[in-house]
């Protein structure tokens, strides 16, 4: 009927032969001649056939949509990945229901009884810097819902993760600094709960030890926002022995670093050197660009999104969680010193 949307039934009744005849077709299936499949190509394209998605789901149990939760979807590194998730499900039939938690833990958790009241499929989630109790996503796992988690994860709960290198993206960011002439490298750090913090810690402190620094408390404070940064900087600087270069958890705090340096008359890189961490657009409109390390967010999503489908296509018993890990890549700008 004209206005309604076609069937399977409207295609065979145009080409003379069964609607499941039509299916298998469609879904290349070697008893069907290569004549009908093409057939059915042509019309499915004519008519502008297609599949019904409530009557997908009933028979394959299945929604095919996953639900992602992010801390923030204006953060580059975040877009990245939610476009390397969305590119990879969409070629695989799936959609994607995006939840922002702007690093709030309870709006995480009102987010994470929604998903349990909604068929999904399964459940990407990178937690944001305020949760340090893991109950509302162990409940999704208890459910029997695959969840994967990316970037920011819960260290207490057994599941597949997809993370950054942190520890040597760090460690190699505060090596460039020691050997483009920094002496005094402070750095801005993020919450102590969140595992992507400890790791650039841990790495920019091993960075120092291996080059005989001292560890200078004074040095290192919290420290995550463009904002923090414009209050933080200051006072840093105005330390009786002040840094030479700060080591930065992510680029907006690294701009926000820049912007009170030049307000300040401090040269960049000449008398401060500046090092980020993501390789967003801001590291390249900066003035001068942003020294940084590159976290590769589209990869990430696309490996968070492979492996989640793995878990909600295993046939088998389930095979024990995993762990992979995306190498970072130091990009040098303007903001340090040349060796």
Known sequence: MKGQPVTIKDIARELGVSPSTV??????????????????????????????????????????????IVPEIVHHFFSSVISGIEDLAIDTGYNVCIFQSNEMVDREIKITEAIRSTQVDGVLVSISKTTEKSGHLRELIDEGIPLVFFDRACEDIEADKVIVDDFNGAFNAVEHLIRTGCKRIAHFSAPKSLQ??????????????????????????????????????????????????????????????????????????????????????????????????????????????????????????????????????LIIRGTTRKG
């Open 23 to 68: 299916s298998r077709a469609l879904k290349d299936h070697p008893d069907i001649s290569p004549t009908t499949k093409l057939q059915v190509r042509e019309l499915v394209e004519k008519l502008k056939y297609r599949p019904n998605a409530v009557a997908l789901s009933l028979r394959s149990r299945r929604s095919y949509t996953v639900g992602l």
């Open 196 to 329: 992507i913090g400890y790791q650039r810690k841990r790495g920019y402190i091993s960075a120092l030890e291996k080059h005989g620094f001292d560890i200078d408390d004074s040095l290192i404070v919290k420290c995550d926002t463009f904002e923090e940064a414009q209050a933080v900087t200051p006072g840093m600087m105005n330390l009786p022995d002040p840094p030479d270069a700060i080591f930065a958890v992510n680029d907006l705090t690294a701009a926000g670093v820049l912007k009170v340096l030049k307000e300040m008359g401090r040269k960049v890189p000449d008398e401060v050197s500046i090092v980020g961490f993501t390789d967003g657009l801001v590291s390249r409109v900066t003035d001068p660009p942003l020294t940084t390390v590159s976290q590769h967010g589209y990869e990430i999503g696309k490996r968070a999104m492979n492996m989640l489908l793995e878990r909600i296509n295993a046939l088998e018993e389930a095979a024990p969680p995993r762990t992979e890990i995306v190498k970072t890549e």
